[in-house]
């Protein structure tokens, strides 16, 4: 007995060294990378083609539960010349053995499941940011990536961006100084930005799933709601149940610069407050939120405005960074930065022209990692770090208090209550297993 369980052991273990190794020898210099894109949304459609625009690459499948998003995928890689299967049903895309990597660009709520099991079935994977809906659901995918040997790429593309290196290396420089303090916002007006209603919500009442949509795919771990418009496609991000408000889904971008410049890998503590004060509509995360995250030597905050578009800082923007240093001032954005000296005499240094924000850059070294093995310029680890810097502020928010945080064991300290909000209950059949 125990000898034939050695023998099984070792014929399994041996399986498992010659998959790796054959898959290693697939993804070579010479052959063709064959993608396959789960959530055919307008940023997943975009980074299908940004992979595709590199030379031995090909879509062998795109998927979406909503026919009409599904026609359009196949449409965009059609007009790329590729000719890709459409499937409704991630699982059948997952298991099939002529797909190297997937690109998941789905809701919030419908990352972490996609992304294990295609990691789990040997598959790379190009994964949206926010990694994840909980912090328990990115240290699993962190500890699947790490099990299976997985090439990650989050798409926190500023870590790529020749724009935030040259300011990385600016502030590593030593020209701010001693910088202790560092600002980030997205600040905007939803009845004025978003023109034709565009993620803007309605207070629609409840209304028949629209033929093509398999509405109960799409809660899919989530609780069982009737169909709305407000809570579906571009406004999903404003409910808990999918995501974590503009706070989380675009905040992160800014989130994990300010970790990525600052050489930070998690806060000390963190400390949220805001709510719905200005719009009477349906969304359940605020309009307004400010948050304080405490570093060993620095402190950061972040501001969220859904009513006001005023831009912090002389860089016009409805986004941005500010680096409060003893000899200087940074304000960046994904269109440059400018540094202003203590002196005020002294001439603003701007950045050069044309520098990229990191988009098209950070689909390409995805590709290119994927043929060397190596790290990718955004890790699932570090791709974790920045979202669940992000969901503490949000645990914090909901629950009144400061978090305090324990970044070696990546608990939350003291708070019960709180700890619980670091994972959820998933509708079955769903689980993270």
Known sequence: MNKLTRRSFLKTSTAAALTAR???????????????????????VLDLRECLSQPKTKAVAVCDIDQIKLKKGVKRADELQQKPDAATDFRRVVERKDVDAVIIATPDHWH????????RAGKDLYLEKPIGHTIHEGQLMVKTAEQNKRVVSVGLQQRTGALFLDALNVIQSGKLGKVSSVHCWNAWNDKLFYEGGYRQLKNKPNSPVPDGVDYDFWLGPSPKREFNEDRYNGTYLYFWDYSGGMAITWGVHLIDSAMHLMGAKAPLAV??????????????????????????????????????????????SDHGLQFFGTEGTMLLNRDGYRIVGQDKKETIVESAKGLDAGWGTHQRNFIESLRSRKATNCTMLQGHRATTACQLANISYRTGRKIRWDAAKEQ?????EASRLMTKKYRAPWSLS
């Open 271 to 316: 400390t949220a407050a805001g709510g719905k004060f200005v719009l009477n509509d349906v969304r359940d995360t605020p309009d307004t939120l400010e948050e304080i995250f405490e570093f060993p030597n620095f402190t950061m905050t972040y501001s969220c405005r859904h009513a006001n578009s005023f831009a912090s800082g002389s860089l016009a």
């Open 412 to 416: 939350i300290i003291g708070d019960a």
């Open 22 to 44: 054959s898959y290693a020898a697939v993804m070579g210099a010479n052959d063709t990378i064959r993608l396959a894109l789960i959530g055919c949304s307008s940023q997943g």
């Open 112 to 119: 972490a499941i996609p992304a294990l099991q295609a990691m």
